[in-house]
Nanobody
Framework: QVQLVESGGGSVQAGGSLRLSCAAS????????MGWFRQVPGKEREFVAV????????NYAGSVKGRFTISRDNAKNTVYLQMNSLKPEDTAVYYC??????????????????WGQGTQVTVSS
């Protein structure tokens, strides 16, 4: 099991950038696929991006493809989400999630076993 703590959220104007970080505890971080999801009030949590446990494969939601980049640093037990060209519709609470030996097909909320507490991202127009 890993425990996850997100950071890096905040407020930014449309067109700006933010980088989210998710720090994981434990010595088996490299065996976990890591995903990012987001949720706005009244809506279901939606998939944003995933990076496979080996780090070689990534997958993105269509709404963020080309603007967001997921990466991981296994030496630091950390996964990142670089968000560029932000839009007001990107406003949400962003959650980090983990699943052991997951891959780029891990795009459903139910695929994941461990979740962080979330970090708020607000994009103003």
């Amino acid at each position: 099991q890993v425990q996850l703590v997100e950071s890096g959220g905040g407020s930014v104007q449309a067109g700006g950038s933010l980088r989210l970080s998710c720090a994981a505890s434990g010595r088996t971080f490299s065996t976990y696929a890591m995903g990012w999801f987001r949720q706005v009030p009244g809506k279901e949590r939606e998939f944003v991006a995933v990076i496979s446990w080996g780090g070689g494969r990534t997958n993105y939601a269509g709404s963020v493809k080309g603007r967001f980049t997921i990466s991981r640093d296994n030496a630091k037990n950390t996964v990142y989400l670089q968000m560029n060209s932000l839009k007001p519709e990107d406003t949400a609470v962003y959650y980090c999630a983990a699943v052991m030996f997951g891959d780029s097909r891990s795009v459903r909320e139910a695929d994941y076993t461990n979740w962080g507490q979330g970090t708020q991202v607000t994009v103003s127009s």
